[in-house]
């Protein structure tokens, strides 16, 4: 569980000053400590050990305790994870805000606020985040005493008041929330002066279905086709997070070839997103031949994932406790062939598009989103490893078929080593040639360096450090090689057996909470369960949320129309931020 | 690259769909299908549905299986649990309708009493 380091709950525990309780997650310490020393205890996390705010989760425990949760949630860079707990009291439903210590907690607390309507005290913005302007005053969806099923009326309201600039020439260009495009609701205010965007303030949740409260009262089992559905375009990613959680809950874990099937999966996920990423990047400096064959590459896959599950955004596959389909030998030597010619026929569209010099030039040194910034927001996926951030949930937090023997001893078998000294796996016809003449273009010594062979675990993750819409398309074709390599290995090793665990309801009240690399980057789920087997609470955090305020950082002095192209670079979900 | 030489020498990339059918593969899930001949009433597939499409209705006589293709999720739990395999996800896609109520699909059973 806990190999890296020996007894960490004692460091982390100390640092922090809680006193400590239990937790069903491995490698995590989870403590709580008196409501004034909040933000203190998390600024010492992140201050003394570099952690990174990985979700915040509030609860109404109204009902048992009297009082209210918060529990704020650290990834810890030695792969463990640190939670600090605080109770706030229902009569003064008030706590010290985090953000002005930590910035990454903005939103979460903005959220806790429109919820539960837990006040966050000090926070410097306290307008409404997921509910906007028409939503009653003083009714909180997710405090237990809700009831979902009465609509509730509409107000009418001051309009949303978004940052102004003021001074002779600028201009405040409003987009959205509906576009002339086949995109989710999200509205962009601007401030320019000509071409050059002064700032960007983007006011996204208009797609709110209330997920989180709809899952409450649920079974295991309805509450997985609805975490299926939380966004179209990481369905398993959400479906995995989500059994692996309720897995820790139920003590039990999936079979040996379950772990690979869904590592699988979630690489063919992975796969026809980065693909499709790819060609829509080129949608954003007009290369329209870039586009239509990632279009095309990325429905080729998708008919290998229908082929695969019955679904091409690989819903029905995951289960709790493992698999419902299995890959037979006959599909996954199939399976196999195909994706060596698309791998083949992705290497030849990148060459295409890393040799179109016009449309490199437009990339570079394009929508930058410094190192530093993102990790005070604690971005996480493609946006944080092409601003030289080296983290990836796989090796991280390795679950599925990412986990140390299994990782481990495919690297052995299987993996050759590059001139320049670092790990890759084998990437059968990727097309490594053509692709390095256009990494030259882009500065090739830095991407060389930028491969982290990742720390020992052998994991690969690619990561750059420009933060730039290049970078950023950069880091993709490579996962997209990793991955490719990684689909091969994995097919070539399947473990017989089982591919599902048995287990019943729970019946006892327990939390937990699961992460995996979704294509855009960490989701993390955070479930509770209470006696009756149902479903208490559940906290979704997907990749877009941390990462949405990043995309408004790396807007500024660029131009307005590269606007959608950085948009497309970061490439987040608008329905799984919202949920 | 391969497609631009196909379509270089005269020949198309893409299929002529809807003029030229197109097969969903054998392990897609689509339109919930019930073999009448199957069916013995006892509603598992109306348990596990998760969003209510599937409906089981004891009557005096027997019992009214009905389906809603306007709530299905097409997540084949039905299928799963139909310890009779009567319940089945059958390859069918193309489920646009012009009237509301043509969505629904019910199947009436008399319970006959010898067989069961």
Partial sequence: MTDVVTSPAVDLQQLSGGELLPSRVPGETRVVVPLVTLPRA???????????????????ERAETGSFTLAYTFAIPDRRWMTIECQVPADSPAFPSVTPLVPAAHWYEREARDMFGLEPEGHPDLRRLVMHDDWPAGVFPLRKDFDPSIPVPRVEADPYRFHTLHGDGIVEIPVGPFHAGVIEPGHFRFAAVGEVVLALEPRLFYTHRGIEKLIEGKSLDHGLQIAERICGVCSLSHAVTYCQAAEQILGIEAPPRAAVIRSIGLELE????HVGDAGNMCAGVGFMVGVAHGARLKDELQRLNEQFTGNRFLRGLSAIGGVRRDLDVEFAAQMSLELARIAREFG??????LGSETTMERMRRTGILPGDLARALGV?????????IDLDTRRDHPYAAYRDGETARRRDGKTARRPDGQNLPPSPAVGRGAGGEGYSAVGRGAGGEGHSAGGGEGFPVPTREEGDVAARLLVRIDEVAVSFALIQALIAEMPA????????????????FSATESPRGENLHWLRVNAQGTIERYRVRSASFPNWPAVAAAAPGNMVPDFPLINKSFELCYACLDR | MRVLRQSMRGRVGAH???????????AFRGQVQLDPNRCRGDAACARVCPSGAITVEETSTGWIWQLDDSRCVFCGL???????????????????VRQPD????RAEFIRNEETD
């Avoid at chain 1, 992975?270 to 997103?273: F, G, I, Q, T, V």
């Avoid at chain 2, 039905?78 to 646009?96: I, Y």
């Avoid at chain 2, 043509?102 to 699909?105: A, G, K």
């Fill in chain 1, 348 to 353: 030849e569209l990148t060459a295409m598009i």
């Fill in chain 2, 102 to 105: 043509d969505m629904v699909t």
């Fill in chain 1, 270 to 273: 992975r796969l026809y997103n």
């Fill in chain 1, 497 to 512: 057996g089982p591919l599902i665990a048995g287990w019943t309801p729970p019946t006892t009240d327990a939390a937990a």
């Fill in chain 1, 380 to 388: 996480v996926g493609v946006g944080a490893r092409a601003s030289g």
């Fill in chain 2, 78 to 96: 039905c299928a799963d649990a139909c310890a009779n395999r009567a319940v089945s996800l059958s390859n069918a896609f193309e489920l646009a």
């Fill in chain 1, 42 to 60: 998390c600024q010492v996390i992140v201050d003394g050990v570099g952690a990174r705010l990985a979700t915040m989760v509030a609860q109404d």
């Fill in chain 2, 16 to 26: 002529d769909y809807p003029l030229e059918p197109e097969a969903a593969p054998a």
